[in-house]
């Protein structure tokens, strides 16, 4: 079968009882490599299960696990996937992007001078006017009042903590985001996911 009528078919699914007001935006698939790790802890590796369904009909992933809903076409019925993997996998940059979020990530989302975890913003370690650079080396996470109270100097000369920035890799960040696990879990994802949560007895 040509694979835009694969593509097609997939569009074509229906929820099992056709009714609009059950929402299956609420049937995320989690996404695994090749070798079953997430592809990612934060943000998790979701699809919508649109994408995974399509990935199934084009063999570019395995079922692994499935959510008790269906959906239908005119010619098949299929339970919606909750954990697809990757049939080839797919190689990790070493390093992560230089943006905001990581940097907050990778400082746990919390001030680097004072451990406070409210109005957060990013400060350069060594002043800009000081010859400083906008980089994962002099770049940190700090609340406001200890952002201001900083100013235009470094740490040693407004007499806060010494602060070592290092350019995080990208398994660093993704070790940093299991220790932050989104509100919803679905029970079939446990087994893959490896939070920093207290396990049940």
Same mark, same amino acid.
């Given at each position: 079968m040509f694979?835009? #009528?694969? $593509? #097609? =078919?997939?569009? =074509? &699914?229906r929820s099992a009882d056709e009714d609009? *007001?059950?929402?299956?935006?609420?049937c995320p698939s989690l996404v695994l490599n090749a070798d079953y790790t997430p592809l990612s802890y934060y943000p998790l590796s979701l699809w919508p299960w649109q994408t995974a369904i399509k990935a199934i009909f084009l063999d570019r992933v395995d079922v692994v696990a499935t959510y008790e809903r269906e959906v239908h076409s005119p010619s098949l019925d299929m339970k919606i996937p909750s954990v697809i993997a990757l049939r080839q996998y797919v190689k990790q940059s070493e390093f992560p992007a230089f943006t905001r979020f990581n940097v907050f990530l990778r400082d746990r989302f919390t001030c680097q001078y004072c451990g406070?975890?409210?109005?957060?913003? &990013?400060?350069?370690?060594? /002043? =800009?006017?000081?010859?400083g650079k906008t980089t994962w080396e002099n770049i940190i996470t700090a609340c406001a009042p200890c952002n201001? @109270? @900083?100013?235009? =100097?470094?740490?040693?000369?407004?007499?806060?903590?010494?602060?070592?920035? $290092?350019?995080? *890799?990208?398994?660093?960040?993704? #070790?940093?985001? @299991?220790? &932050? /696990?989104?509100? !919803?879990?679905? #029970?079939?994802?446990?087994? +893959?996911? !490896? +939070?920093? $949560?207290e396990l049940e007895e």
């Open positions: 694979r835009a #009528e694969l $593509i #097609e =078919r997939a569009a =074509r &699914f609009p *007001t059950r929402n299956l935006s609420a406070c975890p409210d109005h957060l913003t &990013f400060d350069h370690v060594v /002043p =800009r006017r000081q010859g201001m @109270k @900083k100013g235009g =100097r470094t740490p040693r000369q407004a007499h806060m903590p010494a602060v070592n920035p $290092i350019r995080p *890799t990208t398994w660093h960040l993704q #070790e940093r985001g @299991k220790a &932050f /696990p989104p509100n !919803y879990l679905h #029970e079939t994802w446990r087994d +893959w996911l !490896y +939070w920093d $949560i």
